[in-house]
């Protein structure tokens, strides 16, 4: 099994502060390919996920640059450089490398301080 | 606009059947791969199930080999999870997501869940 371990599991930030996500797999991401199958998602409160970044550091459309993924191998991090009340919610990151496994992380709780 | 709906969940006694479903619209159906995710109450997310785009191949998850069932009705543009002798462990939101992948999974629309609740 792959297991990915975030941190921290909470996270309180001030308005407008930088904050910053851990993500850790078991084995390396990197995929036979040559692609790196880390994703992040969001998921505010009573919404259902959106994905943020795909491939480590790709943004979706419509995803603000203030959102920022960065990593390599087992070793990856979301970035946020300033946080809005609007990024409350629960970060998951989620492996794809080891498809037909599919394995997120247990996920990040932003609140704000 | 893609369109994801899922229905069919609610209260269900343990030991019982369910099957839920993922009615979808603005795509093409038979184009892309489905999946199901769920989510326990409190709890994170849990990749379940998935069904290649044309039916071909289904994958699950360890924990729910056995007594889940992936498939998708074409005619209908809808996926299914059918359950099997539901137990505590089953009660989650559960979610069906697109896959615009051609290599690993790759979520690009999610519906808003339904919810399964296993209780007697």
């Known amino acids: 099994d792959v297991v990915m371990t975030q941190s921290p599991l909470s996270l309180p930030v001030t308005l407008g502060q930088p904050a910053s996500i851990s993500c850790r797999s078991s084995q390396s991401l990197v995929h036979s390919d040559g692609n790196t199958y880390l994703d992040w998602f969001q998921q505010r409160p009573g919404q259902s996920p959106r994905r943020l970044i795909y491939?480590?550091?790709n943004r979706d459309s419509g995803v603000p640059d203030r959102f920022s993924g960065s990593g390599s191998g087992s070793d990856f991090t979301l970035k946020i450089s300033r946080v809005e009340a609007d990024d409350v919610g629960i970060y998951y990151c989620m492996q794809g490398t080891y498809w037909p496994l599919v394995t997120f992380g247990q996920g990040t709780e932003l609140e704000i301080k | 606009q893609v369109q994801l709906v899922e229905s069919g969940g609610g209260v269900v006694q343990p030991g019982r059947s369910l099957r839920l479903s993922c009615a979808t619209s603005g795509f093409i159906f038979s184009s892309y791969g489905m999946h199901w995710v769920r989510q326990a109450p409190g709890r994170g997310l849990e990749w379940v199930a998935a069904?290649?785009?044309?039916?071909?191949?289904?994958y699950y998850a360890e924990s729910v080999k056995g007594r889940y069932t992936i498939s998708k009705d074409y005619s209908k543009s809808t996926l299914y999870l059918q359950i099997d002798n539901l137990g505590a462990e089953d009660t989650a939101l559960y979610y069906c997501a697109r896959d615009k992948g051609t290599v690993t999974p790759d979520f690009d629309y999610w519906g808003q869940g339904t919810l399964v609740t296993v209780s007697s």
């Open positions: 069904i290649h785009y044309d039916g071909s191949r289904q």
């Open positions: 491939k480590v550091s």
